[in-house]
């Protein structure tokens, strides 16, 4: 599954990817990951060094961003490297301070990694393994069993590594919460809450005030219209009128 999932990368990741192991970094995808596939095979990467590496890349892909302003009562505290280590230690997660996200994913969404640097930022790692089923219709099928018809259709089942990271610039106090892309639409709302559920005994994020991106939204697709874009749109549709 790891491979499978440096295999969707695009290739420019791939190449840069090779190039800092010093392995040959030229050729289709095809060639990248039989260039992948011969160095796990000779011992010279580990499938620990692959996950390392979409750690750093799969938050900047696909997702969806909730934006928040911090709480002016609370950042002073995390700003201070002896009260942000008291307080994870006093609520039994400072284990999880620097720690990598982990190999086996957990089937329910669980804090797995905390990254602090001292006056500067916050950083709450969580994952999650994703199950569903993907439609292959060109394998669907049409019988007959005892003179009835019966239509058969076709699914796949994929497993997705979801993450979630919450964000906290404490020197600006805002904060944002990235939630890798999932299968079907919908469904982010209840994913931040399941976040927010987990880090309440000792980060409660109903503190922290969500901002409201319409209007922003709004003009920045009437800029793109304009021809002075400041943001490419892949995709935009509104809900109402207003």
Known sequence: MIFDYFGDLKSEYIRSFLGSRNLHRSGPKTQLMVNIREG???????????VNFLDTVIPWGKQHVFLYDGPETEVENWRLQEYCHQHLQQNNVIQLLREKLPLILPRRLS???IQYT??????????QRREYK???????????????????HAYRQEVLRGIIIFNWNLVSNQARLQISQLPSKGGY????ETFKTLTQPWLPLNLFNKVDLRRSITRLNELECAGTPEARSHGLSYRTLG
């Not at 001292?118 to 994952?127: H, M, N, R, S």
């Not at 993907?134 to 058969?152: A, F, K, Q, S």
């Not at 709302?189 to 931040?192: C, G, K």
């Open 134 to 152: 993907e439609r292959y219709p060109e394998h669907d099928d049409n019988l007959t069993v005892d003179g009835v018809h019966i239509e058969r």
């Open 118 to 127: 001292p006056g500067e930022e916050l950083k709450i790692l969580a994952v």
């Open 40 to 50: 796990i095979d000779s011992g010279g990467l580990h499938y620990a060094d692959l």
């Open 111 to 113: 804090i797995s990694s």
């Open 189 to 192: 709302e209840t994913a931040e």
